[in-house]
């Protein structure tokens, strides 16, 4: 049994130690966040994520998990110690690595023995390599430290599943002995056969924003071509259906609507954009996937005003602020966006979503945060659909054309039958059609 450190108890941060003391490690999770972790003592999890709470619980009843804001008596223990602290954008497209350096400044003087530090967090190239530096500098007399990159791919909403069974895990490690120690930690996983890629940590770090992007390229493509489906007659939905038979395109991540959102692609897009501009090439297909996928809220907001002729004084429900479904997660969220355009444009706004509502109303927006979609719905203008949970997708359109004051659906997420909708007396819009 391996003791581990994990620093953050963020999505990433809990996540992983809930699921490496499933593995049966001792997993201390440790955070600067003393209302979260007096949170997490008392068996809550401070944000939604199916399945996580038990998982948790668990794992914390059976002493393999437990919690503290105590990090010098936590990388004591410990042999392993992962950092899963949050790496934003800092305002200028680059990573804020600030958060990052603090936690290997506090750890460093804490450090015995042989030990491997582990960066979970997504981190620009030469990351790893400065936190090498760092530690050499600040380590102890008689105390010794590898460093490893092990970036994170799991998706909030399915993230315990992810992290379970993945697609392949990637160690970055130079010493035969943090590989090592690393392949132990995942043996499980191995056991399954899941591929373990083990390479540089410059390599490493590089999958995951070569990752993240590629997923961004291709969901901006599909808007892009959703754009030309709506000047030619042609249909996204039976495009993508169709391009995604293809083997060599794959299915996923090809569906048209307000583009994507959420805490990691847009940031990861622009650092890599950041980190390939350091490097003196320049990332011209990442840069093009975000120009498009800027416009997409706004492309949205256009389809309302056109079949309301208007939005100034005019109600619109939002369903969805999340920034996908199955997570309360709205950091870069479409809804967000579209928000903040409906009031440039003088509208008012009434919203719902299943699970983020306090989240939006700890970010005292002005809007009206209501119970229900009927209730968001009730005398509103127009209806936009902008996250696709399940609920929203079976909705009663009877009971929606009636909650409505005029019979306008802006679909975000190409959810609804189109002809069904026209068929319904909905005057409809979605996109790529
Ligand atoms: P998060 O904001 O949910 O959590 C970060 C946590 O770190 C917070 O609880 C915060 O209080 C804590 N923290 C900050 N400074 C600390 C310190 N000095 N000591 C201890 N705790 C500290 O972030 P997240 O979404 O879990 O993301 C973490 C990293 O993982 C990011 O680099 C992100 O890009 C990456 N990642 C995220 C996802 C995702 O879906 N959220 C997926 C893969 C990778």
Redesign the pocket.
């Known amino acids: 049994m391996v003791t581990i450190c994990m ?8 996540v992983t130690g809930a699921c490496l003391a499933d593995f049966g490690n001792r997993v201390i999770c ?4 003393a209302q ?1 972790i007096e949170m997490l003592k008392n068996g809550r999890v ?2 939604f994520e199916p399945l996580l709470e038990d998982l948790v619980q668990r794992n914390y009843e059976a002493q393999r998990l437990s919690f503290t804001a105590d ?1 010098p008596s936590a990388v004591r223990e410990a042999s392993i110690v992962f950092i ?5 954008d800092r305002g200028d497209g680059h ?1 804020d690595l600030s ?1 990052l350096f ?2 290997v400044e ?1 750890i460093s003087p804490h450090l015995s023995g042989y030990k491997v530090v582990v960066t ?4 620009p190239v030469g990351t790893g390599r400065r936190v090498q530096q760092m530690l050499h500098d600040l380590l102890p007399a008689g105390a010794e430290a590898d460093v490893a990159s092990n ?6 909403g399915s ?1 315990i599943e992810d992290f379970m069974r993945p697609n392949r895990v990637v160690i970055g490690a130079e010493t035969d002995r943090a590989r090592e120690q690393m392949r132990e930690l995942y043996r499980p996983l191995y056991l399954l056969e899941t591929p373990i890629v083990v390479t540089g940590i410059e390599t490493a770090e590089l999958i ?1 924003y070569a990752s993240n992007a590629f997923l961004a390229v291709k969901i901006s493509y599909a808007n892009e071509i959703a754009n030309l489906c709506e000047r030619v007659g042609a249909d996204i939905k039976v495009v993508a259906k169709a391009m995604g038979l293809d083997h060599r395109i794959g299915s996923k991540f090809l569906h048209a609507g307000v583009g994507y959102g ?3 692609f847009p ?2 897009t622009e650092a890599l954009i950041k980190i390939a501009e350091t490097a003196g090439t320049d990332a011209r297909i990442v840069r093009a996937a975000v120009d498009v996928n800027r416009e997409r809220a706004a492309i949205a907001v256009d389809k309302a005003h056109k079949l309301l002729g208007g939005l100034s004084g005019k109600t619109i429900a939002l369903l969805g602020l999340a920034f996908k479904p199955n997570t309360d ?1 709205v950091r870069e969220a479409a809804a967000l966006k579209i928000h903040a355009l409906l009031r440039r444009h003088g509208a008012a706004v009434r919203a719902f979503d299943p699970v983020a509502m306090e989240r939006v109303r700890s970010l005292a927006l002005d809007l009206t945060l209501c119970s229900s979609a009927y209730e968001a719905m009730q005398g509103a203008d127009a209806m936009m659909l902008v996250t696709e949970w399940n609920e929203f997708r079976t909705l009663d359109l009877q009971r929606m054309r009636q909650a409505l004051r005029q019979p306008v659906v802006i679909d975000c997420r190409n959810v609804y039958d189109r002809e069904r909708m026209v068929e319904l007396g909905f005057r409809y819009d979605a996109f790529g059609a």
């Open positions: 620093v953050g108890t963020g999505y990433v941060g809990l440790v955070d600067v966040d979260r401070p944000f990090l899963a602290v949050g790496t934003p990573a958060y603090k936690v506090d979970k967090s997504t981190v970036p994170e791919f799991l998706r909030e993230a995951k959420g805490s990691c940031k990861d997660d």
